[in-house]
């Protein structure tokens, strides 16, 4: 019986687990099903991901809580799997649309997970409208340790149609051999990135989160603060940043990369500029909706990825930077400007420290994060920033499994109390898909915010007039989209998608 | 804000609410779709079902916790209420059978409700071969107080078809002059039942459940102790009685209600104790299967009513007896002869006692009952009976909701440490629907259970060959039935249902 203890971040998403902030983060996949797909392939499909016999991990790690012979929670290694309970096959009411699918992500991922087994669920939802199906993947933050958990998958698919049809079951060590090879996955820029940069560099003494936090404490030297350090706390108060409760709404946004790219060449910024600044319109009409808009922009912390002063290779560290979302302000192409000018400086203010000052710096930002996380403070005190965007680079060309072409991933992550939205978005082939968790009750209208994203890039773009400029009529990363499906879905037309009309 | 103080026995409900025993009971309720229904039926019936503005008791009370001012939990009533969290639209996976729809609500079935929002969650599951729907309705138990769930929603239903028509959701004020007169209910002869009697008897100075279980010890006289007080712990350790994790498997059986009183006529024995003995007949089975029969056989705790020996009217009083199950015994005859021996004589020994001694009787069966169920000892002690089955008496006409004709109404109860199995049946119009639901990881085979229910009473039948036996072909219940579907489900053609091969 393989036991490996867990790292002091994986302990921490077991401790705040609670029935308000359930502890786990998915991915969510279309597919388009293949051509020749007989009746049966979605029944035989599950049945064949149930067949496996052996396990790899972590599909089989089990948590074992702390004891007196082990201080620290453990994951052990299971011979044996229940795959019946583990991989689940759904189905969506009719038409199943983007709303029906939304709503039974959202029940998805709301119910907190049964510790007692592997952490993880496999949803094979079919009924999607154009005969297309669905993965949900949910899985234990405290299992994956900085994997994505679309990851997890996609790299257990396949850019070749044929290949893809012979790949086994993903929990199957027999497909260990098979996994696309990938560059050494950098330190990935999110939250846990940022985290786990911080874990390698204070060293493996450290035994739990709060020892983590006083280590952090008291490597800050008094006056080695910067005046930028003001910022962060310079969030307003807003709907987004109270206490939360355990039900959750989802909704997603897909978007053709390359009009985010023209964008970004049109604007002289960055695509994460983009990215953040439709967000921050978005984010200002769903404020006003509700005559909730605070006067102050609202703030982002946003995971980056910096190259210090003293390095002279090509080593880069990630850390992570708060930047105004441009709420305060109507013009798109104004709003897009100042969010490059914030992020622009925050960034070169990082480019001329060396790393040493870089890792103070973020671990001095993080502290008061995780400490609020374990404590009853949480979603009490003013908040560090109002909403994290995180951007995650996924696959660059097109990835099939059994014949089925995946469409997009959506990343759904967690919410915490005093951080009631999360935005990732995640890059794959043409595609960048958006995907929006947030508190049920704190954001009942939730769905609007993917529409008006979609309604932000279409202000951009009249704004910006970037050159070739896509035709609106193309959907993004699908090769022969069903019209009337695509269109509803797409993003840019400016239509509504069903079951996004305000007021739902 | 109106306030409703919880009564003992619902405190408790509340008070061993775990992850491993969420105490939730729950309604599953097959609809035909009516002949002239249009294609987005059900859509538009989830869209009215969502539409109430104002709600009547018990569907508005949320769960407030003890606290200085209110010593014991309350019930809140709301003013408004979240249908789109409770009012739940779902869909099988094709085909759509029995085993699907097993699958899907033992998932449901599976998960701890959110007790803070009213605890109850209404599903409509479309998709169900043959075009029909189902209705999966779970409620907290501590909301319910001895009314079943299943109850809540037929008794807001209409025997006539036209008058179905018109009816409004469930939880709207305006339903509750349309109500179906019922006759005053009285106690149902269910483990709640047996527990509300010993409220109702012990009297509202009691606050709390160890306070009730000490009323009952001191009612109790030394010498009023009967010898067939031994029974109780007389059951043997089975798979059946341990500790119970929180995942469960549920599974349905349907009969025609007339080839159960046949067989009763037949054997000159009551209706329930047919029902025990194909109870019987199956655990005997199931198992052997497992190689894990206890020599002697498993007893059965039965609530029933009993008129007492010293009432001169009509008054009964709702008890509960144990009475063997004849799992040592082969023969399907003698199995059932065993039986009604058995229910005979503890009946007749009840009605040879006072009204008082019933009642001393009963809380002294009860009390140790309640208090494992309290502490950490239940699961870990000799049971007191080995596994609980209930009759519960519902509508003997055909009920309409908006058209649509109820097939049957599964009541899927709770189980607790020490009893992993709850065998609960309810009569409707022509069937008797049995709900099975038991520990995901103590019974694996569950679904087998239920096969092996149709088996045993084809069992009996072949040996009593009672006057007038049904012919096989007919379904329960049912006036129209598809051939092929009707067929795979109706129970007593032998005939093995989908999703039940043995070792699933």
């Not at 310079?234 to 355990?246: C, E, K, M, Y």
């Not at 709404?249 to 053709?256: E, G, K, S």
Request: charged letters at 20%; hydrophobic letters at 40%.
């Amino acid at each position: 019986m393989t036991t490996h203890p867990l790292n002091p971040i994986d302990v921490t998403w077991t401790q705040v687990e609670s029935r308000d902030t359930p502890m786990h983060v998915a991915g969510l996949m279309p597919f388009a099903l293949p051509a020749d797909a007989p009746p049966d392939f979605l029944r035989d499909l599950v049945a064949d991901l149930r067949s496996a016999k052996e396990f790899m991990p972590p599909w089989n790690y089990c948590l074992r809580g702390p004891g007196l012979a082990h201080p620290r929670p453990a994951w052990v290694e299971q011979e044996t799997l229940d795959l019946e309970y583990h991989v689940r096959h759904s189905a969506l009411p009719k038409p199943g649309g983007e709303r029906e699918l939304g709503q039974l992500v959202a029940r998805l991922h709301s119910q907190p997970m049964d510790l007692t087994r592997p952490p993880w669920e496999f949803h094979l939802i079919e009924g999607l409208e154009g005969g297309r199906f669905a993965i949900y993947l949910k899985l234990h933050h405290s299992l994956i340790d900085g994997i994505s958990g679309v990851r997890l998958l996609t790299r257990c698919m396949s850019d070749d149609y044929q290949k893809s049809l012979t790949l086994p079951p993903f929990w199957s060590p027999s497909l260990e051999k098979q996994v696309r090879k990938e560059r050494p996955a950098p330190t990935p820029t999110t939250m846990d990135g940022v985290m786990k940069t911080l874990v390698d560099a204070v060293g493996s003494q450290v035994r739990s989160v709060p020892q983590l936090v006083r280590s952090f404490a008291s490597m800050l030297t008094p006056g080695g603060t910067d005046p930028a350090m003001k910022l962060p706390f310079d969030a307003p108060r807003s709907v987004l940043n109270g206490r939360i409760g355990g039900q959750r709404r989802v909704a997603t946004q897909l978007f053709d990369l390359n009009r985010l790219k023209a964008l970004a060449k049109a604007g002289n910024c960055t695509l994460n500029d983009v990215v953040v600044s439709i967000c921050g319109g978005a984010l200002r009409r769903f404020l006003l909706d509700e005559g909730k808009l605070p006067a102050k922009s609202l703030t982002a912390g946003i995971p980056v990825s910096v190259r210090p002063a003293d390095d002279e290779g090509t080593g880069t560290q990630v850390t992570f930077i708060i930047s105004t979302l441009g709420t305060d302000i109507e013009d798109p192409r104004e709003r897009l400007e100042g969010i490059a000018a914030s992020t622009r400086a925050a960034k070169a203010h990082f480019r001329a420290l060396p790393r040493e000052a870089i890792m103070q710096y973020t671990m001095m930002l993080m502290a008061p994060s995780i400490l609020t996380m374990l404590t009853p403070i949480a979603g009490r005190i003013r908040p560090m920033f109002n909403v994290t965007v995180s951007n995650v680079p996924g696959a660059t060309r097109p990835l099939y499994f059994r014949g089925a072409r995946m469409e997009a991933s959506y990343p759904i992550s967690m919410i915490f109390h005093s951080i009631a939205l999360n935005i990732t978005c995640q890059s794959y082939a043409d595609g960048l898909a958006f995907a929006f968790v947030g508190c049920r009750d704190s954001l009942p209208h939730l769905q609007n915010l993917a529409v008006y994203t979609a309604d932000a890039l279409n202000l951009l773009e009249a704004a910006l007039k970037p050159a070739g400029a896509v035709k609106p009529a193309k959907g993004p990363a699908r090769k022969a989209p069903r019209k009337k499906a695509a269109a509803a879905r797409k993003a840019g037309t400016g239509k509504r998608r069903k079951g996004a009309a305000p007021g739902k």
